[in-house]
């Protein structure tokens, strides 16, 4: 019988490559190899710099050099990035290049290393954007990717621009699962039956929305590969609770679902105080955890707007 969830996938990735990203895979070390979903011209510019190298050319030459802002979009722990940003891709492109990678265990990306931490994803990442050519770059995560995005910006003040969080926290600490409850998250992000499945949706959504057995089924056999190193990826996160102090350079737009139930609007409030004046806080209306889902036209403006006023900024600065 026919996955449904598997046979959407020929048309979304359709339609990313109608908005101008192609996949591609880049090798961040011997064990290790992250998938991104890259603008067509970086594809380019990696075989012109393949071929220049082969006969002897000089690379850096062979770089081209994109007017356009640089935008990763960092996606959370139960789908991939391309099925998570579907709805935001081409709505960038016209502006920004916009890249869209697979975290560890999550799409293509594997390594063979056991290390499980964030910082090790980050790290993955960092390495696999500079590989692609990318020098500076504004960070868009949700939820996991959010933990990741914070860990990058941190670690790697040169290559992050500024960041957009959303349903997100810098440790695992501020989320409030026995609220809603789940005794732990694997217990809610790794559902093995379709009542755990519909159970995760129910939390995450502001509006429960009705599919039929099958569909969650076929979800379930699709979007929840790796199992066993998804898994230690949450209990490492559990294990870093009570994590010093943090300073960020860049400006963070914490862009929230009014009824996130899993990261409460509390938490982004606690954590704007935090931060300090270089944090702005807005929220979604009618919006839970997957607000970039439930209503990505209002989120596409926000983070559009957002992005305009880095852009503005920059050129004032210049």
């Not at 379709?194 to 995450?204: H, I, P, Q, S, T």
Request: net charge neutral; proline share 3%.
């Amino acid at each position: 019988m026919v996955n449904l969830v598997a046979a959407q996938k020929p048309l979304i990735h359709w339609l990313m490559k109608q908005a101008g990203v192609v996949p591609h895979t880049v090798e961040i070390e011997e064990g290790t190899v992250m998938n991104f979903w890259v603008p067509i011209e970086t594809v380019k510019t990696q075989s012109k710099d393949k071929a220049n190298n082969i006969n002897g050319g000089d690379e850096e030459k062979s770089k081209s050099k994109t007017a356009k802002p640089v935008v990763v979009l960092i996606h959370g722990f139960a789908g991939e990035g391309i099925v998570t940003w579907q709805f935001q891709v081409g709505s960038l492109t016209k502006k920004y290049s916009v890249y869209v990678p697979d975290l560890l265990f999550f799409g293509g990306s594997t390594t063979s290393k056991t290390d499980r931490s964030k910082a090790f994803q980050a790290e993955c990442l960092e390495k696999g954007l500079r590989k692609l050519g990318v020098k500076r770059c504004i960070l868009v995560g949700f939820s996991y990717g959010g933990m990741v995005a914070f860990e990058m910006a941190e670690k790697y003040p040169e290559l992050v621009d500024a960041l957009v969080i959303s349903g997100s926290c810098i440790d695992i600490v501020d989320s409030k699962l026995d609220n809603i409850g789940f005794n732990s998250s694997s217990e809610l992000l790794l559902p093995t039956s379709v009542e755990g499945l519909k159970n995760l949706f129910k939390v995450a959504t502001y509006r429960n929305i009705w599919l039929p057995d099958r569909l969650h089924r076929d979800f379930l056999q699709v979007m929840f590969n790796h199992r066993e190193e998804r898994a230690e990826l949450l209990d490492n996160l559990a294990n870093q609770k009570g994590c010093t102090k943090h300073k960020f350079q860049q400006k963070i737009h914490l862009l929230w679902g009014e009824n996130d139930q899993i990261f409460l609007l509390d938490v982004a409030q606690r954590m704007k105080g935090h931060l300090g004046e270089k944090a702005t806080l807005q929220c979604i209306k009618k919006a839970g955890h997957l607000v970039h889902l439930e209503r990505p036209c209002a989120y596409n403006r926000c983070l559009k707007d957002f992005l305009a006023t880095l852009m503005e900024d920059e050129t004032k600065n210049d």
